[in-house]
């Protein structure tokens, strides 16, 4: 795979919640900080948004599409003057009814989705990310995006059988698709690792980091896919990652292996050897000095969590 597949697939984003906005007259919402991405379509009508972090506004109009970044308070408005209320009411009636509608509903309709991520590693996504992703227009750049937009919009209107699934699957699409035309498309990237992704002398080499992680990679081999000398990669992969090749290199190890800790029943030597470790013992000290844990203390950690998880909606089930 690629590596925005590879770190989207390792990530396993999951769509907790995905509702539509139906409002009209004036309006200001104050949605408080949240886990994960969530994205937001323009489907009708124009409106404002902002975080606190944000020099000025951002004007949102049909057809535009956005990411906001996890962790964030976020004020969408019909005007960026008006004060913000409180949107425990919206976000009620959008769980209960799929759309939410406020003054009658008619002038600006929105689509939105929330995801969250496996795992505590989505760092690797986020860092990388600016507050607000916006795509103008995106809706008419992209065909696959705008036919999921659609379906999306018929799924909320009028639910069938089998709609939550289909609904999960069409956000899914979006966010990769977001994520493409971000790519293509802005022309400030944020230093990180998706403006490596767009450099045509490093972007080779994170896909082939990618694509044989167990391999005893040297400065010199990436340099040579990169097509240029090792003082330059070195010093250009920097610059754009922000950490050294060979620094990203371990730490996806980590990841993989974190991954596979997590779903399986393999042992610790066996996943070090397919990474390349010589051993276990080579590997754990890697694996401790990146996670702040040990492989054995990672696996029960997350099993911990991930039985606690299942357990919650049987709880709240029976309150």
């Not at 795992?119 to 995006?145: R, T």
């Not at 490596?196 to 400065?219: N, V, Y």
Request: include cysteine.
């Amino acid at each position: 795979m690629d590596p925005l597949s590879d770190v989207l697939s390792l990530l396993k984003p999951r769509s907790q919640f995905y509702a539509g906005l139906d409002a009209a007259g004036d309006w200001s919402f104050d949605f408080p900080p949240h886990e994960g991405i969530k994205f937001t379509a323009v489907m009708q009508g124009t409106c404002w948004g902002y975080t606190d972090d944000l020099e000025q506004p951002v004007r949102f109009e049909e057809g535009d599409c956005f990411l906001l970044n996890c962790g964030r308070r976020f004020v969408l408005a019909s005007d960026p003057g008006l004060p913000p209320q409180d949107s425990g009411h919206i976000l009620d009636a959008a769980y209960r009814d799929g759309i939410a509608v406020h003054n009658g509903g008619g002038e600006v309709f929105l689509i939105s989705g929330r995801f969250d991520f496996t795992g505590n590693h989505a760092a690797v996504l986020f860092d990388a990310l600016p507050a607000i992703v916006n795509i103008p227009k995106a809706s008419s750049q992209a065909e696959i995006l705008r036919w999921s937009l659609d379906q999306l919009v018929a799924e909320l209107h009028s639910p069938q059988p089998g709609g939550a699934l289909l609904s999960t699957h069409l956000v899914h699409l979006m966010l990769v698709q977001v994520l493409r035309l971000f790519l293509a498309s802005c022309g400030e990237i944020p230093k990180g690792w998706f403006l490596a992704l767009t450099d045509r002398q490093i972007s080779p080499a994170i896909g082939a980091i990618h694509a044989e992680p167990a391999r005893h990679w040297t400065l010199e081999e990436l340099a040579r896919v990169a097509g240029v000398s090792r003082t330059v990669f070195a010093q250009r992969f920097k610059a754009l990652v922000g950490s050294t090749a060979m620094d990203y290199l371990a730490r996806w190890r980590m990841l993989m292996a974190a991954d596979r800790l997590r779903a399986g029943s393999e042992s610790v030597s066996t996943i070090a050897f397919s990474l390349g470790y010589e051993s276990e013992s080579a590997f754990s000290t890697a694996f401790k000095r990146i996670m702040a844990c040990s492989p054995t203390q990672y696996r029960r950690q997350v099993k911990g969590a991930d039985e606690r998880r299942e357990l919650l909606p049987r709880e709240m089930a029976a309150a």
